[in-house]
């Protein structure tokens, strides 16, 4: 496309003489790098808390601005370009499960009893634990008398630590029934 766009108006074996045409090869330049960001959109996916695809649409718009540069008539450029890509994605996918990332988590913790003592207990006990809270839904069962909160969490942890955790909520009287998602 770049090649196209910069020799458009010029067919080989034609002279054009005096006459100066106005080219601006760049348009279309430019017009690849909005597409290709729209297709980077696209392969972006949210799920469950997590975002995945960043690391392939990013590829998709340098190996475009590579394709570019090839397609521009530069030929040191892409090849220095595309081996730091190379060896970028290769290093970094190494390094990627040694970074520490944040999990959401909704533990449902559902209480006897219409006591408003809960509350502040069950955040001072995740706060102790170091158990981050983003939101908590609360709701309350007047017939049953019992009440329920669902806290949503955020933390860096292992499943095991978390669920420790969790099984200690028993030391309290007023809880019945927990429950991890």
């Excluded at 397609?71 to 994605?89: D, E, K, R, W, Y």
Aim: hydrophobic share 45%; proline share 3%; net charge positive.
């Amino acid at each position: 496309m770049m090649v196209v766009s910069k020799y458009f108006y010029f067919k080989p074996g034609e002279f054009t003489g005096n006459i100066t045409t106005a080219l601006d090869p760049s348009r279309i330049a430019a017009q690849i790098v909005t597409g290709i960001g729209f297709l980077g959109a696209g392969v972006i996916i949210k799920e469950r808390g997590g975002i995945r695809g960043l690391t392939t649409a990013a590829t998709l718009w340098y190996n475009a601005g590579v394709g570019m540069a090839c397609g521009a008539g530069m030929v040191v450029l892409p090849f220095i370009c595309t081996t730091i890509g190379l060896a970028s994605l290769t290093i970094l996918k190494n390094w990627e499960y040694k970074i520490p990332r944040d999990s959401y988590k909704t533990l449902h913790v559902e209480c006897s009893g219409l006591s408003e003592e809960a509350l502040p207990l069950l955040k001072a006990y995740l706060a102790q634990r170091k158990i981050h809270v983003v939101n908590i839904l609360f709701s309350q069962h007047i017939k049953e008398l019992s009440v329920s909160y669902e806290f949503v969490i955020k933390g860096n942890w292992n499943d095991n630590e978390l669920l420790q955790h969790i099984a200690q909520l028993a030391c309290f009287d007023f809880v019945c029934q927990t429950r991890l998602m």
